[in-house]
């Protein structure tokens, strides 16, 4: 569970939701293992994981020695087998020395690694999630640790195991051609999208939009801000938009900086604090019926971007790596651009549900959870026509070839001009979104597991 131990990313949201999903089917026993504890124990001991703090770190998961205190968790006895140098503290030396340690007890039969690489003595049968091959592909995406910590395993990893799996065909494709001898042991299993997200009611809607200054809806990008993400194309075109048409939605960025994206944190500041001229917006996302809900179950989205309103704005400059903070961030009058930075999870999907309409120009992803996650909250999304994107969209949202940055700003300028092509799009969100259940996918994967329990021999 190493992916558990820092702040969630895509691999951790993961890795938590399909752990809770296999434990409650109840079909086998689960234990949790990693080099330091992870967050949120409670929960998955609640689920009927059972968590084992790693060797010499007393008290519980999650614990203020651990590094990120949660005092609502309950304290665990001090592990029993000894005291680690605090080299074996980073994930990658306890992958490789005390894992397999701790494997040979002889009280597991199977291990499951999400994140990527196995050890290389690996004493019991094995299954690995290979989420994306970003890091032979795309090395330069990556910190010098995270390739030092992934490249010298993965090929010996993929031999390795019995059961590959990936999130989508277009990551099993990959693995096809760059490792031919693995494609045999690949299986695909979709992961889900958790039950939060979901489409809200118009008085919902009507609230969040209201709290971040853009009453008349907005364009939503949610993710890591790094350079794979290619979010510099997407100020690109939203700018050639906006200089042209001073009622063009404004633009709202929910998630943390990456590596090596200073440059871009720059840019998003002078972005934020330009006034923009206040006008009255002509231009309409129509959502019309097909997103529309009784109150009760998550009523009518209001159009977005109604005749008469005012353009809105950014609150101002955004930090090198924006969080979000007691004082609620929002546009003001005259700023067009906001940096929300890393939201909790409540917030996050609020946010999610009041878009207007959802763009990812990453340039690679194995899976693509936010546009999965968009979906979920009756919202289309624009994507770059690349990877396992196309799938996860569907016919749900519009795809532009990878560099086109015209293609990406037509796509939206369309989107904003026409509301009846919108309506049509988020009426085929629902079902497109209900490809993704951790339910199903948790089904999926118990069937892997079985799978590679049942063959004989190694590898």
Known sequence: MRALVPLPTGIGVYTRSLALALAGRGGMRYLGLAHRPPRGSGELRAAGIEVEPPDGVPGAPGSAAAGHPDPAEPAAPPSPHGVLSPLSRLGVVWQQLVLPRRLRRGDVDLLWS???????????PAVVTVHDLTVLLMPEAHRAKVRLSL?????ASLRRARRLVTLSHATAADIAFHFP??????????????????????????????EL????GYLLYAGTLEPRKNVGALLDAWESLAVDDPAFPPLVLAGPYGWGSRALANRIARLAAQPGPEAAVSSAIGH??????????????SAAFDPGATGPAAAGPVSANPTAGAAAPRLAPGRRVLALGRLDRARLVRVFQAASLFVYPSLYEGFGLPPAEALACGVPAVVLDTSSLPEVVGDAGLRVPPGDTAALGAAL????????LAAELAGRTAAQAGRFRWQRAAAEMEEVFREALARDGCG
Not at 293 to 299: F, L, M
Request: with cysteine; charged share 20%; glycine share 12%.
């Open 114 to 124: 999400p994140l990527l690489t196995l050890p290389l003595d690996c004493p019991v």
């Open 151 to 155: 490249l010298p395993f993965l090929a």
């Open 181 to 210: 001898a693995a494609a045999g042991r690949v299986r695909v299993v979709y992961p889900g999208v958790d039950d939060e997200f979901r489409p809200a009611t118009a008085a919902e809607i009507a609230a969040t939009r209201e």
């Open 213 to 216: 200054g853009a009453p008349h």
């Open 288 to 301: 019309g019926a097909s997103r529309q809900r009784t109150a009760g179950q998550g009523g009518a989205r």
């Open 413 to 420: 300028a369309r989107l904003t001009a026409d509301p009846g």
